[in-house]
């Protein structure tokens, strides 16, 4: 009966093992195909230069194994883009976690950014805020700062780049992401992949917030 029982649990991992490599091989596939309709570059894994340029933003600095792939580049409307798979793990043991999430990168001179980071706001940055850790929020914008966290030094800075029109995209587009340094900026949803049919649709969400905070 045990020896029953461990080939079982040996069987159903090893379906779940391919099934998992079966599902990112499809996706890998697809991505490539995708790229090539749109006159992309793709390459299945990321070189460390990548890694390297995207190490400032908070996203790119959290937990450890962290792994980008399925890296496609090209112009988006004449904008430089670039769009990844990225994962991370934190915590350990059985109280580890990894997180997923297709993440476009922007980079451009039309953009001079404030150091930020926007993310939708969970409990434990409620908590977190209790303890002084600085969260900006709007009288004018209820809404966008009970649902955002947005972090940054230069307060006056931020302050000046989400104006009203910002605030309000932000707000009709609740659960996104975003960060910004200088001239590049990121987008992504925490922890979600984009599926490869949606790219396209992604790609000109990112834009929009592009065109919205570039220079005017």
Do not use: C
């Amino acid at each position: 009966m045990i020896v029953l029982i461990i080939l079982g649990s040996i069987a159903v991992a090893a379906i779940i093992i391919y099934i998992i490599w079966y599902y990112n091989k499809k996706r890998s596939t697809d991505l490539k195909l995708l790229a090539e309709s749109m006159n992309f570059t793709y390459s299945q894994k990321g070189d460390k230069s990548l890694m390297d340029s995207l190490s400032e933003f908070h996203l790119f600095s959290q937990g450890y194994s962290r792994r980008i792939s399925n890296v496609l580049t090209g112009k988006f409307n004449l904008i430089p883009v670039t769009v990844v798979d990225y994962k991370f793990t934190t915590g350990g043991g059985k109280s580890s976690h990894t997180w997923y999430q297709t993440v476009l990168v922007i980079e451009s001179d039309k953009l001079q950014l404030p150091r930020f980071v926007l993310r939708p706001e969970n409990i434990f940055d409620k908590i977190g805020s209790i303890f002084g850790k600085k969260d900006i929020n709007f009288e004018t914008a209820p809404v966008f700062s009970k649902r955002y966290l947005l972090r940054g030094d230069n307060e006056e800075a931020i302050r000046s780049l989400f104006n009203a029109r910002v605030l309000e995209y932000f707000k009709q587009h609740l659960g996104v992401s975003a960060e910004g340094d200088r001239v590049k900026l990121i987008y992504y949803r925490t922890s979600k992949r984009v599926s490869p049919d949606k790219i396209q649709g992604f790609l000109q969400e990112g834009y929009d917030v592009f065109t919205l905070l570039k220079i005017r």
